[in-house]
DNA sequence: TGTACATCAGTGAACGCGCGTTCACTGATGTAC
DNA sequence: TGTACATCAGTGAACGCGCGTTCACTGATGTAC
């Protein structure tokens, strides 16, 4: 039999993927500091000692967590916001995008609203930085089209990370809201939108500065 | 001796309000899950029981944290936005405002910060209420100057709440970046604004809809 | 004002329980020859 | 291909500890007369 993985490498990974998805299922109602190390492995079906040989503590699969849902986002906003269509068109199809994303993996979803400004610092430094780099990748985008002309890096960097917040929010409010909600959260969601874009479309009518 | 108050319940306030400074103190570097009835009795020097006589559980404390720290804040935000000046001065005056009460209190706005979407479901809702006010309270102003005449209640509710976000996402961001980072964040919580604020002055504007 | 009784904020012992971490271990997988 | 040894993911017992909650209690404060 080939190895081409390692028949030890691939069930190390798949225990490891158990315990993270029986993390996020057990983070629904909770936040990740008052998650129990015991309680993860329990539901895996594994003894306790056996975390250890995949994370330090709770803390690190937190991180691990955060890598699994935003990790696999990058050029996704980018893609959209780069695909052709007048202002109104795009913003719909952002909004859409975002809602679709967060029905289909709601636990990951919930778990980045959940501790973006929570308890653990190591979990919100590694979602901080992420939403930064997709602030970057916002602006890059967004500076390299005609409206974006004249922007300094700041500004549209501001932009992006307006965005990215909005994204946040949007997506944050769509599961406190559940599916009876949804769509008011979205129609809300859109209007915002349509008034930074139109916030950006005057950006440099103002006076000099 | 005259008894205004009563002793005994003058007393009974007391050691509520030391049991609400306590957790405080003990949430800076946490969040409410994973605090414990017994440490917040032991940070006061009561007995554990003695919690009891002032909250069923420390979700309870939680929400009497929110009122303590929303409940004084009713009218304060109206006031900036009603006091007169030009745009431009309102904003750089509202970010301003919010930045010294950071200051003053970062352990209330930390705690508001982080359970907003934490993992205590009475919590998250009596911050989410108190929210709500306030974004109404905002639309109310809004609606009632001149540069809000044909907005529609959902359109206001919609700003309104766009600035009480922003609002919590800049007092956030303050007690995240410390005294250094503060001029910074301020710099990009005005640019935020402004564009907002040119959203706003351009939103009927639009083709009629 | 004085006395007798009621209230109730805070006490302290006790309980069963789940926690994180340690340690020496087992046995399947991997590797060297 | 076969054999002998190394690696290491997962085990299971054990530990000391702090937790939330119960209960009957104490003694200062409050109230009725």
Redesign the interface.
């Known amino acids: 039999m080939s190895h081409t993985v390692g028949v030890r490498q691939a069930q190390k990974l798949k225990t490891r993927q158990a315990l993270l998805d029986a993390a996020l299922a057990l983070?629904e109602?909770?936040?990740l500091?008052?998650l129990g190390l015991r309680e993860v492995t329990r539901a895996v079906g594994v003894a306790p000692t056996a975390f250890y040989r995949h994370f330090d503590d709770t803390a690190a699969l937190g991180v691990a967590l955060v890598e699994e849902t935003l990790g696999s986002l990058h050029g996704l906003i980018a893609a959209i916001l780069a695909a052709t269509g007048d202002s109104e068109e795009r913003l719909e199809r952002s909004v859409s995008v975002i809602a679709a994303h967060v029905a289909a993996q709601p636990g990951h979803f919930r778990f980045i609203?959940?501790e973006?400004?929570?308890?653990v610092?190591p979990v919100?430094a590694a979602i901080?930085d992420q939403l930064a780099l997709f602030a970057e990748e916002v602006a890059a985008v967004l500076g390299a089209e005609p409206a974006g002309a004249g922007w300094s890096r700041?500004?549209l960097l501001?932009?992006g990370?307006?965005y990215v917040?909005h994204m946040v929010?949007t997506a944050?409010a769509l599961l406190?809201a559940g599916p009876a909600g949804e769509a008011e959260v979205v129609r809300?969601a859109r209007?915002?939108l349509?008034?930074?874009?139109?916030?950006?479309?005057?950006?440099l009518?103002?006076p000099a500065r």
Chains 1, 2 share one sequence.
């Open positions: 983070l109602h909770r936040s500091g008052s609203a959940r973006q400004h929570g308890g610092a919100r901080a700041q500004d501001m932009l990370g307006l917040d929010l944050s406190e809300v209007r915002r349509r008034l930074v874009t139109l916030g950006r479309q005057h950006w009518d103002g």
